[in-house]
């Protein structure tokens, strides 16, 4: 414990037992120092620091005059475990003032904390109607049988196969499954060598991002569109162009042309949850190949249609490998996972799992292992099918509660996806609602983040994935009754 906590300098105008006291009583303040167990003898610490015994001796007196210790009969000093519940006075840190001077505006090259971000409450399940998208009612996690591949896939044989270095190479029994399992569900045809693990979607999107765009290349995407999308994006170039969304997903205007690279999500539209239909589909592929640019499909909703059967994924239909698929397991199993995949040419797959290696080598091979396993079981197509019959009965609760209470709202025709948006009547203020919302229980997601050109304060996303069914038209009728509070004179 003392070679991890304490450094003296001799040099310092403070003198070693002032260093050392402050040191202790810093790592106590911190929680780097265990309450239960004794700190080192004086004798044990002066030969460690190379101090004299003395000089440990009157630290360890002062901090017990100060409360910081305690002293127990033959034990030695510990932690006072009521000095947190007063009023102790941090000491300073050695390197509190110089990092104080250092300049960050100058030493940065990018500043990723000030672009705007959805931001999700962490205590989303405290609320008693959580309208939030992207979390999993644990209702519907499948605990049995998700213990069984995490404990199958800590057998000897198990553990043997995925705790060596694999360097960049992927789970062989995932790789299998995604391709004879996930890929086909989705008319998509790939050999193993197209398929690349990820850390979800996310990664997938950020390697693709940095493999294909700079300055100077002009990006495409929807607005209102996926806003985490739209940050990635302008790391790596400033040109971006915003297409319109219309009820039939992401319009194609003749600025496409110029783009090296477009952005889409034709399932469900991110945030609309609109989906784009065949013939669209095959134009923007067209306009791909007439126009030579490469496009971003993200499938990541494919699986909810309530209506019919799901659209083919535009990768199915790509005949000139202009489109790379990129994939997740967040909205089917768990979003915690962080698994994902992409598929795409072998020529780029080869350098995506290259620039992978140099981030990360590979995502957790025993992660990898469980969830194929669970692929290989057929516990995630049962999963599909009974997360499909609840959000089926949800989406129709609540497309309902919506007419029935929101009639002065507008809500896109949609025939799957796992929320709504909704926008609501002019002058509304999403920010206002959310916050009237919140003081009554009811958490709501803001939409003008997902504009990025002129932000609409009208619109609001209602997700249902985490709520209940018997308090979707609750909530929904709670919600309704704030909107007039909420729009501006």
């Not at 001799?10 to 780097?32: M, N, Y």
């Not at 510990?78 to 390197?95: D, H, M, Q, T, Y």
């Not at 553990?159 to 996930?182: A, C, G, K, V």
């Not at 504009?451 to 038209?473: C, K, Q």
Request: with cysteine; charged share 25%; hydrophobic share 35%.
């Amino acid at each position: 414990m003392s070679q991890l906590l304490f450094y003296l300098d001799p040099d310092l105008a403070k003198s070693l037992q002032q260093q050392l006291r402050e040191q202790i009583a810093r790592g106590i303040l911190d929680g780097h120092i265990p309450r239960d167990e004794a700190l080192p003898s004086s004798r044990k610490l002066a030969k460690e620091l190379h101090i004299a015994r003395n000089t440990v001796m009157l630290a360890y007196e002062q901090l017990l005059d100060d409360g910081y210790l305690i002293a127990k009969s033959r034990s030695g000093y510990f932690v006072n475990p009521e000095i947190l519940k007063g009023s102790a006075e941090k000491p300073e840190r050695l390197n509190d003032i110089d990092a104080d001077r250092l300049p960050w505006e100058e030493l940065l090259t990018m500043r990723p904390s000030q672009q705007q971000t959805i931001d999700k409450p962490s205590d989303w399940h405290r609320y008693d109607y959580p309208f939030i998208y992207g979390q999993i009612d644990p209702e519907l996690f499948p605990t049995q049988h998700w213990r069984e591949c995490s404990r199958d896939s800590m057998s000897v044989p198990a553990i043997r196969s995925w705790s060596t270095d694999h360097l960049n190479d992927d789970d062989p029994l995932l790789i299998e499954q995604i391709h004879q399992r996930l890929l086909p569900r989705r008319g998509v045809w790939a050999d193993p060598e197209e398929i690349l693990v990820t850390i979800g979607a996310q990664q997938a999107l950020w390697i693709a991002s940095m493999l294909l765009l700079k300055q100077g290349r002009r990006f495409g995407m929807e607005s209102p569109g996926y806003v985490d999308m739209y940050n990635i994006a302008r790391t790596f170039t400033d040109d971006l162009h915003l297409l319109d969304v219309d009820e039939d997903g992401m319009c194609l205007d003749a600025a496409l042309r110029d783009c090296q690279l477009v952005y889409v999500t034709p399932s469900h539209q991110a945030p609309t949850t609109v989906t784009m239909p065949l013939e669209r589909r095959r134009q923007l592929l067209d306009m791909a190949e007439i126009d030579n640019f490469l496009i971003i499909e993200d499938d990541y909703e494919s699986e909810t249609n309530y209506l019919d059967n799901p659209t083919p994924a535009l990768k199915s239909l790509d005949r000139h490998n202009r489109v790379i698929y990129v994939g997740s397991l967040s909205k089917t199993l768990a979003p915690g996972l962080r698994l994902g995949y992409m598929v795409g040419p072998p020529a780029l797959i080869r350098e995506a799992r290259a620039l992978r290696r140099l981030m990360l080598r590979h995502p957790p091979t025993n992660n990898q292992r469980a969830v194929a396993l669970f692929l290989d079981r057929g516990y995630h197509d049962a999963l599909l099918r009974h997360t499909h019959q609840v959000f089926h009965s949800r989406w129709q609760r609540m497309g309902d509660a919506l007419a029935r209470h929101m009639p002065q709202s507008s809500v896109p025709s949609t025939y799957g996806g796992s929320c709504f948006w909704v926008r609501g009547p002019e002058g509304l203020d999403c920010h206002e609602l959310q916050r009237l919302a919140a003081e009554q229980g009811i958490l709501i997601e803001c939409g003008d983040i997902h504009f990025f050109d002129t932000p609409r304060r009208e619109y609001f996303r209602l997700g249902f994935s985490a709520i209940p069914e018997s308090r979707i038209e609750p909530g929904i009728e709670r919600l309704a009754a704030l909107i007039p509070q909420a729009v501006r004179s």
